[in-house]
């Protein structure tokens, strides 16, 4: 049971480039969450999805995309990314809204 | 909209002292109350949550939290802390559950010996 797992784990990005960012959870969990951590800001929420084949915007949603077309995937996507958007991302799980969101390990992009 | 203060960036205590970290909220109703732990380059853990009832809420690793209505506080505390307690901590409200949790800034906690 490995939980929620993320991918890659470090990226490095030109300004421009795109790239696709997994999350995986084996927990058969309904909802999905993408933050960002930036430092003194705590996390910001992006995207999050109550189901599959579902998706809604957070507090931070733009300049990037998310798709849930398994139950299990949850990706984020940047089609333009921007050096503001450089960022450690963690993903999140949980079984439905009142239960504990469960974090992957995150990824730390930098966009130069 | 909903607030989380967390007053404090930095903490430093002595290994086996007592450890206090504020946590502060602006919410029209009482909100869903949580703490999370960040251990260096991990995902964030959650060490307790309230929901209603007891104000006192008992969570893992020997820690707990009172949730005071009248100073919108939410202070998490542990009686006698260990080196490995060293880390970055949370404080989260979610005024519908766990969905759309906003996150303080942290607090990060270094224990020395």
């Known amino acids: 049971n490995a939980g929620v797992t993320q991918t890659p784990k470090f990226r490095v990005l030109k300004t421009g480039q795109s790239m696709t960012l997994l999350c995986a959870q084996d927990m058969n969990h309904e909802y999905m969450y993408w933050y960002r951590q930036d430092p003194g800001m705590g996390l910001r929420l992006i995207h999050y999805?109550?189901?599959?084949?579902?998706?809604a915007k957070g507090e931070v949603p733009d300049g990037y995309n998310v798709s849930r077309l398994k139950k299990q995937n949850f990706l984020l996507g940047l089609e333009s990314a921007a050096p503001s958007q450089t960022s450690v991302y963690f993903c999140?799980?949980?079984?439905?809204?009142?239960?504990?969101?469960?974090f992957g390990p995150g990824t730390r992009l930098t966009v130069t | 909209a909903q607030s989380v203060t967390q007053p404090d960036i930095h903490i430093t205590v002595s290994e086996g002292a007592s450890l206090e970290l504020r946590c502060n909220y602006s919410y029209g109703a009482t909100p869903y109350l949580f703490w999370y732990v960040q251990s260096p380059g991990q995902g964030l853990q959650l060490l307790l949550k309230y929901f209603s009832g007891d104000t006192l809420v008992q969570g893992i690793k020997g820690f707990e939290a009172e949730f005071k209505r009248s100073q919108s506080s939410f202070n998490l505390r542990k009686p006698s802390v260990h080196w490995s307690d060293a880390a970055e901590y949370f404080c989260?409200?979610?005024?519908?559950?766990?969905?759309?949790?906003?996150f303080g800034t942290g607090t990060r906690l270094l224990v020395s010996p």
């Open positions: 999805s109550v189901g599959e084949g579902t998706t």
């Open positions: 989260a409200v979610g005024p519908s559950g766990f969905q759309k949790l906003v």
């Open positions: 999140a799980s949980s079984r439905d809204r009142s239960y504990e969101q469960y």
